[in-house]
T-cell receptor
Framework: GAGVSQSPRYKVAKRGQDVALRCDPI?????LFWYQQALGQGPEFLTY????????KSGLPSDRFFAERPEGSVSTLKIQRTQQEDSAVYLC????????????FGSGTRLTVV | AQRVTQPEKLLSVFKGAPVELKCNYS??????LFWYVQYSRQRLQLLLR??SRESIKGFTADLNKGETSFHLKKPFAQEEDSAMYYC????????????FGGGTRLMVKP
């Protein structure tokens, strides 16, 4: 597609439930990033892929968070045993590669844990 | 550690007034800085990058390494400029990961 596509747009999960968030980047974009944006704050880095390789996962807040990009295109962010503090907008972004390109962001998935 | 600070959560100006959205950063290397904008009900999008030295929608931003600042300026604000603005710093040692500031909401009143 022409842009970065994320699904679902909204997700309500009961505490303790597992969720999976999908990101479809721009075709051919090598770099893919996941960010978490809490209400009233700027996006915070979670993890980074270059093609299928997860090169940095230092921002993942706990071992309940897991991300993959097995074929170097679509990526999934999985959160196990969700907790209320996981409620946020999860943003995916892609970039053609390293360098001064800036990102193209998706619309995000708003996760609400009740 | 790198850090981006946007001291103002909200900036309210009248149409036609000058605008300056402040951004300060801390980074040990050579900084690459960006401004992103999010209009109501739209996705976050790149506004401008410092290396391009460009003016987008009348906005400019100059990197001041001495003051570690990258303030966003526009001489005459328009109502359509109302949005959330985020300053971001690229970490060239970690892919091209961005560190964002907390954002400033600009409201331009008629």
């Amino acid at each position: 597609g022409a842009g970065v596509s994320q699904s679902p747009r909204y997700k309500v999960a009961k505490r303790g439930q597992d969720v999976a968030l999908r990101c479809d980047p721009i075709s051919g974009h090598v770099s893919l990033f996941w960010y978490q944006q809490a209400l009233g704050q700027g996006p915070e880095f979670l993890t980074y892929f270059q093609n299928e390789a997860q090169l940095d996962k230092s921002g993942l807040p706990s071992d309940r968070f897991f991300a993959e990009r097995p074929e170097g295109s679509v990526s999934t962010l999985k959160i196990q045993r969700t907790q209320q503090e996981d409620s946020a907008v999860y943003l995916c972004a892609s970039s053609p590669g390293q360098g001064h390109y800036g990102y193209t962001f998706g619309s995000g998935t708003r996760l609400t844990v009740v | 550690a790198q850090r981006v600070t946007q001291p103002e959560k909200l900036l309210s100006v009248f149409k036609g007034a000058p605008v300056e959205l402040k951004c300060n950063y801390s980074y040990s290397g050579s900084p690459e800085l960006f401004w992103y904008v999010q209009y109501s009900r739209q996705r976050l999008q790149l506004l401008l990058r410092h290396i391009s030295r460009e003016s987008i929608k009348g906005f400019t931003a100059d990197l001041n390494k001495g003051e570690t600042s990258f303030h966003l300026k526009k001489p005459f604000a328009q109502e359509e400029d109302s949005a959330m603005y985020y300053c971001a710093l690229q970490n060239n040692n970690a892919g091209n990961m961005l560190t964002f500031g907390g954002g400033t909401r600009l409201m331009v009143k008629p």
